[in-house]
């Protein structure tokens, strides 16, 4: 089956232009695309940060995973309810200040180091356990308050 | 005799704060990399980094520069290069396909409420504006008429809004002579 024109798949940035000029979508269409010299030149410096905004996002990325494998709570109770409240309480509560930023860059240093101590004691796991529950009921509680 | 070992205490509790202060900045790969970001986004997760995005049902195809997931939702962040720190319109409904392609592609919940960073071209600042943006019918609509103007099926089309958009524009005398409200 022949696929009509307007079948085509529509890029973002190209809708986006209609906020800027018809006009020149509807020209553009006609006549081809002709970027003036300034307008390559802010496209170049574009190209450049998005490529810099890229590499920010993969040190960021790598920087999270490294934080999800050291968290004390999902070793002691996997990935549950109770772990997701936690991270949810260190989002939407610790994350809002500075001294709460600053008690996750700690936690988050030293969290690694303990886990693998923890990972050979499975008995100090266990016993992590309940205290782990009730700090995570007390984390729920509070974000539901917050969300409320 | 006490109050020099308390003077010793102090002394050694200052150097281990400074120490690890000092440490912690070293070590958080992040800190500049999350520069002129909300801070409802510093720490969060990253779900997609540029990657590319599309919409069978609707023939959208969109590329974002990056998505958080921050409770459940993922949040947009496009970095936009200019010499000035507005947000335009452009940049919303650029943002509101991207949210479209990501809704029916990844199947996950997208925020309406999305970030736009501008990044000055030459000092290299950045500050992030909140945006809201627009909801399936608009875009519908807007892709719509995208396709009626670009299609040759609209007569009059909408100019830019100010001559100086004009001035940078390629097209500026065939607009001219063709609409002759241009001058």
Aim: glycine share 6%.
């Amino acid at each position: 089956m022949v696929r009509k024109p307007d079948d085509k798949f529509v890029s973002a940035s190209e809708i986006a232009r209609l906020a800027y000029c018809e006009r020149q979508v509807a020209f553009d269409a006609a006549f081809g695309r002709r970027p003036t010299l300034h307008q390559r030149r802010a496209q170049e410096r574009g190209r450049g940060a998005h490529e810099e905004f890229y590499r920010e996002s993969r040190r960021i990325a790598k920087a999270s995973e490294r934080k999800g494998r050291c968290f004390v709570a999902t070793l002691a109770l996997g990935d549950c309810p109770e772990t997701r409240a936690l991270r949810a309480f260190r989002d939407l509560h610790l994350r809002r200040s500075v001294a709460g930023r600053w008690l996750i860059a700690v936690y988050y240093r030293f969290s690694p180091h303990l886990c693998r101590w923890m990972e050979t004691r499975p008995t100090l796991v266990r016993a992590s356990r309940p205290p782990l529950r009730a700090l995570a009921r007390v984390a729920a509680a509070l974000v539901d308050r917050t969300a409320r | 005799m006490q109050e020099g070992w308390s003077a010793i205490v102090v002394v050694l509790l200052f150097v281990g704060s400074a120490v690890l202060f000092v440490r912690l900045r070293q070590g958080s790969a992040t800190s500049d990399d999350e520069r002129g970001l909300p801070r409802a986004l510093i720490g969060a997760e990253i779900a997609y980094a540029e990657r590319t995005f599309r919409s069978v049902r609707t023939r959208l195809v969109a590329r974002l520069d990056r998505a958080y997931r921050v409770d459940g939702e993922l949040k947009l962040v496009e970095l936009k290069t200019r010499a000035r720190d507005v947000v335009y319109m452009s940049d919303i409904v650029e943002m509101s396909v991207q949210r479209i392609a990501v809704q029916d592609e990844a199947g996950e919940a997208v925020s309406s409420d999305a970030w736009v960073v501008v990044q000055n071209g030459d000092t290299g600042s950045r500050r992030p504006h909140k945006v809201r943006l627009l909801d399936r019918d608009e875009i519908a609509r807007l892709a719509e008429r995208y396709r009626d103007v670009a299609g040759g099926r609209v007569t009059a089309p909408h100019p830019a809004r100010s001559l100086s958009q004009c001035r940078q524009c390629t097209h500026c005398d065939r607009c001219s002579a063709t609409f002759r409200d241009r001058g």
